[in-house]
């Protein structure tokens, strides 16, 4: 009885510790423009949203991209090389992750875009 019963303990341990585990390496945390600018990062990266504004510029073939990001009233210069989401565009939700340089660009070592609007499901309409 004492054999099973520290068997579970250790299996549900085990459950817990992967649990804990792997919700902490996924969890989604970013901060508004207005956040990342009240509290700077000072040494690590920083997660930032917002919505891709009009007049993104690209060059390099396409892998330098360089675009301004609103969030409300909240707008930050971003620069980003890499290759860019199939979705991304002006109107978009995106989330930046990098650092801010002293002239206040923000310079993205990733970029991933979330999924516009228009590909939710829309109530179908009576006729």
């Given at each position: 009885?004492?054999?099973?019963?520290?068997?579970?303990?250790?299996?549900?341990?085990?459950?817990?510790?992967?649990?804990?585990?792997?919700?902490?390496?996924?969890?989604d945390?970013?901060?508004?423009?207005?956040?990342?600018?009240?509290?700077?990062?000072?040494?690590?990266?920083?997660?930032?949203?917002?919505?891709?504004?009009?007049?993104?510029?690209?060059?390099?073939?396409?892998?330098d991209?360089?675009?301004?990001?609103?969030?409300g009233?909240?707008?930050?210069?971003?620069?980003?090389?890499?290759?860019?989401?199939?979705?991304?565009?002006?109107?978009?939700?995106?989330?930046?992750?990098?650092?801010?340089?002293?002239?206040?660009?923000?310079?993205?070592?990733?970029?991933?875009?979330?999924?516009?609007?228009?590909?939710?499901?829309?109530?179908?309409?009576?006729?």
């Amino acid at each position: 009885m004492i054999k099973v019963v520290l068997l579970a303990l250790v299996v549900a341990v085990g459950v817990g510790y992967f649990m804990v585990s792997s919700m902490h390496g996924s969890a989604d945390y970013y901060q508004t423009i207005q956040q990342m600018r009240a509290h700077p990062p000072t040494t690590s990266q920083a997660s930032v949203e917002g919505v891709v504004q009009k007049g993104v510029q690209r060059g390099d073939g396409g892998f330098d991209v360089r675009f301004v990001m609103a969030d409300g009233k909240d707008r930050m210069p971003v620069s980003y090389q890499g290759t860019l989401p199939e979705i991304f565009r002006p109107g978009v939700q995106v989330v930046v992750q990098g650092k801010v340089d002293q002239d206040g660009t923000f310079h993205a070592t990733q970029l991933q875009a979330k999924c516009p609007s228009h590909f939710s499901a829309e109530p179908a309409q009576s006729h």
